[in-house]
């Protein structure tokens, strides 16, 4: 039976995508790829030459329906984006969601995604987690922050080098400018850097040193009750 491969691919270094990927993308009937261009460098890199079709946050709202429909009538399609697993803050969960609603076989592999490694090496609490993906840039951004303050879970953000320090410094204002942070750019890649400490020493960092690339920020959740408890004894 003909189905949906959502096929994770390399956040940074391209020694990271898995043999069954490389095996999933030569097999597939059509390749969609969020930017056809970019794609199209790891698909050289390993000499993949099958059809692709651009599926972005554009245009996923107009073809989902046909595509659904192609897996019904036989084809076999995989479905990337520029870098990590599709639908997790990409393009991917409306074609997702449509192929479950018509009956189509979806299939996730496992692979990239750029908050685990930065979770893991913050060396935050991890055994619970919040994923926040990017905020909202205007409206909504400062009543979810407000709603976040209590949140006693570790808390993970996508963020644009350029509003890093404003996010963070956002961050230090509303949650108190010692909480905990860990701040990975960069990541599986040459310049890969993960810089630690409080939201004031963080800030303080980067504005000092200029962030770029694409940036994960892990946040300490607040003090329950109980610790808060403990730490007055």
Same mark, same amino acid.
């Given at each position: ?19 069954? #990927?490389? !095996? *999933? ?6 390749? @969609?790829?969020? +930017?056809?261009? /970019?794609?199209? $460098? ?25 595509? #659904?429909? !192609? *897996? ?6 995989? @479905?990337?984006? +520029?870098?990590? /697993?599709?639908? $997790? ?145």
């Amino acid at each position: 039976m003909a189905k949906l491969t959502v096929v994770p691919t390399p956040v940074g270094n391209l020694e990271d995508m898995t043999f069954r #990927a490389i !095996r *999933i993308l030569k097999e597939a009937d059509l390749i @969609l790829a969020e +930017d056809t261009r /970019t794609t199209g $460098i790891l698909l050289k890199h390993f000499e993949i030459q099958n059809k692709m079709q651009s599926h972005h946050k554009f245009n996923e709202h107009q073809t989902v329906e046909g595509i #659904a429909a !192609r *897996i019904k009538g036989g084809e076999n399609i995989a @479905l990337v984006s +520029d870098a990590g /697993t599709p639908a $997790i803050s990409d393009p991917g969960f409306m074609l997702v969601r449509e192929c479950v609603r018509q009956g189509v076989e979806v299939e996730c592999l496992p692979g990239a995604t750029a908050f685990v490694p930065a979770l893991v090496a913050s060396g935050l609490p991890n055994e619970k987690f919040c994923f926040e993906g990017f905020l909202p840039q205007k409206k909504g951004r400062q009543t979810r922050l407000k709603e976040l303050a209590e949140e006693s879970r570790t808390i993970i953000f996508y963020e644009s080098p350029f509003r890093l320090v404003k996010t963070l410094t956002q961050f230090a204002e509303c949650f108190g400018p010692d909480r905990q942070v860990s701040v990975s750019r960069e990541i599986s890649k040459l310049h890969e850097e993960t810089v630690r400490g409080s939201l004031e020493e963080v800030i303080q960092h980067f504005t000092e040193q200029e962030p770029k690339g694409e940036i994960v920020i892990v946040l300490a959740g607040a003090k329950t009750k109980k610790e808060k408890k403990e730490k007055e004894v």
